[in-house]
């Protein structure tokens, strides 16, 4: 018998879960994973034994699906089930997850590609670019009294919703996983990157960067991006990355940095 019993956080299938990140083929973007922790999860049983789970997002698209080996010949019929039930028309996989993405390639009416996901390759040089107008930048950890300059320099570069923000670069500041490059003299931020420690992969942490408008487009995206690295690097980290398959100037950035892509996030429709 197969059941499917709502829970109400990830943390209540840790178990589970720890089993998940194993079957990797390739390390899970820490971004994709923290959206997934906050959506709905359920957990599969099979004869009343945890067999697996999956995830909801708020429009009902499926974020993670998730097997114990030993119940992978059912498979199929579980996926079936969870699209009927759940009224699934939508999914986003990850390749790097063989097992989702193989049900999808034989359950999908479509596939598209929707984000690269990349890891170091390897180590490189980026010196800091010149910029008009800059007299004296400066790359620095963000401390509690950079938190309202950071939050209003990303609101006005990429207008994220306040509130998500504000708690997100809180707990970076605090964590000191955030970092401004900036002129100390007229205080003009001119990007800000990060290099998260994953609270769920150890040894890996998620690199990024936002450029401000005034400054794109010339090779400081790859600068910020090769700072981050370095940080990792000092905490013995290895750095990974992502971005969207349309955002060119970030993609460009991150092969500058020395990151390659093997993998990516796909859209799969039924």
Known sequence: MISFKK??????????????????????DGMWDDIIGHTQHWQINVQKEAAGFFAI??????????????YLSLSRKIFQQILTKQVIKEAVVSTNHPAFMSICIDLAKSIHPHAYLFED?????????????????????????????????CIDTINPPK??????????ITRQELYLW???TTQTIIG???????????????????VGKDYRKQGVGAYLLNQAKEQCYRQQLKPICSCEKDNIGSLKAIQK??????HRLVRAEF
Do not use: C
């Open 7 to 28: 829970v109400s956080a990830k943390a209540k299938l840790e178990a589970l879960y720890a089993l998940f990140y194993e079957s990797l083929v390739a390390p899970f």
């Open 57 to 70: 997002n708020a429009k009902n698209m499926l974020l993670n699906y998730f097997l114990k080996d030993k």
């Open 121 to 153: 390759l390897q180590r490189v040089t980026i010196n800091a670019p010149y910029l008009e107008g800059i007299t004296n930048p400066v790359f620095k950890n963000a401390h509690g009294v950079d938190f309202q300059a950071a939050v209003k320099f």
């Open 163 to 172: 509130d998500w923000l504000e708690i997100y670069y809180q707990r970076l």
């Open 182 to 184: 900036q002129d100390d």
């Open 192 to 210: 800000v990157s990060e290099a998260r420690k994953s609270d769920t992969q150890p040894g890996l942490a998620d690199v990024g960067m936002i």
């Open 257 to 262: 940095a020395g990151f390659v892509s093997r």
